[in-house]
């Protein structure tokens, strides 16, 4: 996870033709945040105060949800864009990780408001999980592509501890972009250290001696089988073939990152299973014996 040297602006405008997130090159100038502590009741992680955020409303709904991105753009255009000042974005997310050698966390918007960071989105019977989560941004032009850093790493353990114990929210409810809007979205990407976190004790990982049990038996890849397993975890899925292969490709995303092409086969079906009896047990249950 070394931090790697690249030029903002090209690789940001590269990427911008695609991508549809975070985009465009900006001249603003260095950010300036005081520090505050405020939030950290737990670590004693040094959160910023940043310049404020218009994409936000009330919060009428109890958090159960943290929320992963990268930005696929730079510090700067992802602070303009967070600040409301691109109109053609209306977007807005509580906290945001920095890449430099030295990352900081930055907070835009207060965890008491709902910040629009999720879109259209779905995780189970959530739908629009804006009111529901807290998001974080990870600078990364393309977390698909290019590592985090050790230090981002570090930092955004902190932050998830943080945020994770003030909730007391799920393992299996800390989610990457992709997994909530499949189909839609790709962020944090594959490169995301979603296994080093989850060993940290950060979010849902199946339990490795599980996946080979799952291996040695023989497995039901039947599409009807695998979308019913998806659906159990909480994955929503568009109807028809093309539906359920944009399911497997997010959950290969952030479980089987070695091999992402929505193609079910045995290793994703052993890992979806281990998930499953591990943290959704009677979901899993109810799925499994489904005629
Ligand atoms: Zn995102």
Not at 79 to 98: A, N, R
Not at 250 to 264: E, L, M, N, T, Y
Request: aromatic share 8%; glycine share 8%.
């Amino acid at each position: 996870m070394n931090a790697t040297i690249r030029s903002y602006c090209r690789i940001g405008l590269a990427l911008a033709a695609f991508s549809g997130a975070f985009v465009g090159c900006s001249t603003t100038s260095k950010p300036e945040a005081k520090q505050t502590v405020a939030e950290t009741k737990f670590t004693g992680l040094v959160i910023e105060q940043g310049p404020g955020s218009l994409g936000s409303e009330p919060r009428k709904e109890p958090v159960t949800c943290l929320i992963l991105h990268h930005t696929a753009g730079s510090l700067p255009s992802s602070l303009d864009i967070l600040q409301g000042k691109d109109p053609k974005h209306k977007v807005g997310v509580h906290y945001l990780v920095t890449d430099e050698p030295k990352p900081r966390v930055i907070r835009l918007v207060p965890e008491n408001l709902a910040a629009y960071h999720a879109g259209k989105s779905g995780w189970g019977k959530l739908s629009n999980l804006n009111q529901n989560s807290i998001g974080i941004e990870i600078i990364n032009y393309d977390g698909n592509v290019y590592p985090y850093s050790d230090a981002q790493a570090e930092i955004i353990f902190a932050l998830c501890d943080e945020i994770i114990r003030r909730h007391d929210i799920k393992p299996c409810n800390v989610l990457a972009h992709s997994d909530i809007a499949v189909g839609r979205k790709v962020d944090p990407g594959l490169k995301f250290p979603w296994a080093w976190l989850a060993s940290l004790g950060i979010g849902a990982w199946p339990l490795p001696n599980e996946v080979a049990d799952n291996l040695r038996k023989k497995q039901n890849l039947s599409p009807n089988h695998v979308r019913s397993l998806l659906t159990a975890y909480g994955y929503v899925l568009e109807n028809g073939d093309a539906g359920l292969k944009l399911g497997v490709e997010s959950f290969q995303r952030h479980f089987r990152p070695a091999k992402v092409d929505g193609v079910i086969d045995s290793e994703t079906v052993a890992i979806l299973e281990a998930l499953l009896r591990r943290y959704q047990p009677k979901s899993y249950r109810e799925a499994k014996f489904k005629p």
